[in-house]
C-alpha cells in the first residue's frame, strides 16, 4: 500500500513549506477521539497478578482474581483449618500445595481469559513433584504475569494519555527529520531532538502545548493472559534468544475515548514553530503506516500472517511494550542495540534482528496464530457517536452491577448450605497479611493518577486509594497534583485498603 498523501486543509503541502504550515490555523483547539485497539496491546503499570490471588477457571478459560480477605472469610471450617496449616509450612512446596488447594475454588472476583498456553502451564506447574525445590522456584520465578495498565477504583483496563503523546511526539519527530537538513548521527537521540525541536528547551518544546487526556474504556473491555515471543526477523535454523513473558493484553476490539488538545502559545512563548493537529495526524499517517507495511513484509518472510490492521477510514498508531524498537525511534537516525548471546559483545544496528509476538504457548509450534502488539486505529468521534457509546457505558455498568449481585447472592446461598462455623483462635488462622481497622503506613510514597482522579499510596507490596484530594497536606500539592511528583507521607488506611489521613 502507498504512503498516503500529507493533507492539511484538504490541500498537499509541499517538502520544503512545512514550517509555514504550522503557523497557520493557530488557535486552541480540542477535539474527542476513539482509539479502537486492532492487536494484543499491553500497557506496563509496574504492577503483577499474584498467582496467591487467583484461580483458574479451566472449562471457562479464565483467571480469577479475588480479594485473600473474603476468600478466606468464605471457607468452611475445615477448609480454612487446611489452609492455615498449609501457609504454617513455609516452604516454596507449600506454594504448590496452596495453588493445588485453590484449584478447585470459585470464589467472587474479576475474570480475565488466558490462552490455552498458560493453562496447560499452570497444570504443570502443579505437577513439580514437591521435593524438587530448584526446579519449583525456577517456574515461580518465571509464572509473574504484567499487568496492563488499569482504573485502580474499578479494575478496568485503560489507555494512559501519556502513552498515546509520545507515539504522537515518535511520529512527529520522524516527520520532522524527513523535512529538516540534520546530521545523521546515530547515538544520540536526545541531541537529535534538540535539533528537531529547536533547541529541546522546555521553554521551546511545542509539546508543551499538547494536551493528552487518559483513553477511558468504553462498554465492556475483554483482557487476555498470553506469552510474549521473541522471533527472528529473518528464516534461520537458530531459534531467537530472549525468554518468554506473560502478560495482560487488552483484546482487539476495545473501544477507548479521551481528547487532545492544541493549545495557542502564549504571548512571548519562544516556540517557533508551534503544533496544529493536522500536521500531528498526518504525521501518524506517514509514519505508523509506511512501520505496518514494514512489518507485514517482514512477516511474511517468516511465515507469519501479518495480520493487515490498516484501516481505510482511521489512522493508525503503535502503543505499550513489545511495539518494536523501529516504532519507537527516528528513521534514518537509528541505533538499535542487538545482543550477541551470552558472552558476546553487542553491536549496534539501524533495524533490529528479532520482533515481539503474542502466542497462546511459550514455545508456538504453528507461528500462524501469532500477532504482533500494539496497533490500534485513533479516528475523530462524532457528536452521535459520542452519545452512542455513553448510552453502551451505561447499559454495560448496569449490567456488571447486575452480575455482580447474582454472584454475591450464589456465595451467599451457597454458604447457608455448609455446617455451622465455629469460632476459630487467631493462631489457627493462615498468616496472610490482613489490615486491622486502621492502620498507618510510615514513610508511604503517594502518587497521582489525573486520568481517573485517584490518589494511590503504596508501602512495600501493600497498596491503597482514594479519590479525595483534600486529604493531601497543603505543603505536598504542588509537587503531586501539578509537578506529578511522587511524595512521601505517613498514611492512614481503614481496613478496605481506603486512604483515611495524609500526614
Not at 501519556?162 to 504522537?168: E, H
Not at 533547541?199 to 487526556?213: C, H, I, N, Q, W
Not at 453502551?392 to 455482580?404: G, H, L, N, Q, Y
Request: proline content about 6%.
Amino acid at each position: 500500500m502507498a504512503a498516503p498523501e500529507i493533507i492539511f486543509k484538504n490541500q498537499p503541502i509541499p517538502k520544503d513549506a512545512h514550517i509555514a504550515a504550522t503557523h497557520k490555523g493557530l488557535h486552541n483547539f480540542t477535539q474527542e477521539f476513539v482509539i479502537k485497539t486492532l492487536c494484543p496491546v499491553h500497557l506496563g503499570c509496574d504492577d503483577v497478578y499474584d498467582p496467591l490471588s487467583f484461580v483458574l477457571d479451566s472449562q471457562a478459560s479464565e483467571l480469577i482474581v479475588f480479594d485473600p480477605s473474603e476468600f478466606l472469610e468464605n471457607l468452611s471450617e475445615p477448609d480454612l483449618r487446611k489452609f492455615s496449616d498449609i501457609c504454617k509450612e513455609g516452604t516454596l512446596s507449600s506454594i504448590i500445595k496452596i495453588y493445588k488447594f485453590m484449584r478447585n475454588k470459585r470464589p467472587l472476583g474479576k475474570r480475565v481469559g488466558v490462552c490455552g498456553g498458560f493453562l496447560d502451564h499452570y497444570e504443570k506447574t502443579l505437577g513439580i513433584p514437591e521435593g524438587n525445590q530448584g526446579r519449583i522456584q525456577n517456574e515461580l520465578n518465571r509464572f509473574v504475569i504484567g499487568r496492563t495498565a488499569y482504573v485502580p477504583t474499578t479494575d478496568r483496563a485503560y489507555i494512559p494519555g501519556s502513552a498515546v503523546k509520545g507515539a504522537i511526539r515518535t511520529a512527529y519527530l520522524n516527520f520532522l527529520a524527513a523535512h529538516k537538513k540534520v546530521n545523521p548521527e546515530r547515538g544520540k537521540g536526545k541531541d537529535l531532538e534538540k535539533k528537531l525541536l529547536d533547541g529541546g528547551a522546555f521553554e521551546t518544546d511545542p509539546f508543551r502545548l499538547l494536551k493528552v487526556s487518559d483513553f477511558m474504556p468504553v462498554g465492556e473491555i475483554k483482557t487476555k493472559i498470553v506469552y510474549a515471543v521473541n522471533e527472528k526477523k529473518k528464516p534461520s535454523i537458530h531459534e531467537a534468544g530472549g525468554l518468554y513473558q506473560i502478560l495482560e493484553t487488552i483484546e482487539p476490539g476495545s473501544l477507548f475515548v479521551g481528547s487532545i488538545t492544541v493549545e495557542q502559545p502564549e504571548q512571548g512563548a519562544k516556540i517557533a514553530n508551534p503544533l496544529t493537529i493536522e500536521t500531528l495526524m498526518n504525521s501518524l499517517k506517514l509514519f505508523y503506516s509506511k512501520e505496518k507495511n514494514l512489518e507485514n513484509q517482514i512477516l511474511q518472510n517468516v511465515k507469519i500472517p501479518s495480520h493487515n490492521t490498516d484501516p481505510s477510514d482511521a489512522t493508525i498508531l503503535r502503543l505499550g511494550r513489545h511495539s518494536g524498537a523501529e516504532s519507537l525511534t527516528i528513521e534514518g537516525f537509528r541505533d538499535i542495540r542487538i545482543m550477541q548471546g551470552r558472552g558476546g559483545q553487542s553491536k549496534f544496528e539501524p533495524h533490529s534482528t528479532t520482533v515481539w509476538l503474542a502466542s497462546d504457548s511459550d514455545k508456538p509450534q504453528n507461528k500462524s496464530s501469532l500477532k504482533p502488539f500494539g496497533w490500534a486505529s485513533l479516528s475523530e468521534m462524532a457528536a452521535e457517536e459520542k452519545l452512542k457509546y455513553l448510552e453502551t457505558e451505561r447499559m454495560w455498568r448496569s449490567v456488571a452491577d447486575d452480575e455482580r449481585a447474582l454472584a454475591l447472592q450464589r456465595i451467599q446461598d451457597s454458604m447457608s448450605m455448609l455446617p455451622e462455623r465455629r469460632e476459630i483462635s487467631a493462631t489457627s488462622k493462615p498468616p496472610i497479611p490482613r489490615p486491622p481497622q486502621t492502620e498507618t503506613w510510615k514513610g508511604a510514597t503517594l502518587t497521582w493518577d489525573p486520568g481517573p482522579g485517584v490518589l494511590k499510596a503504596q508501602s512495600g507490596t501493600k497498596k491503597a486509594f482514594t479519590k479525595d484530594k483534600e486529604l493531601v497536606p497543603e505543603t505536598k500539592r504542588k509537587s503531586l497534583f501539578v509537578k506529578k511528583n511522587t511524595v512521601m507521607c505517613d498514611v492512614e488506611v481503614d481496613g478496605s485498603f481506603k486512604i483515611t489521613k495524609i500526614e
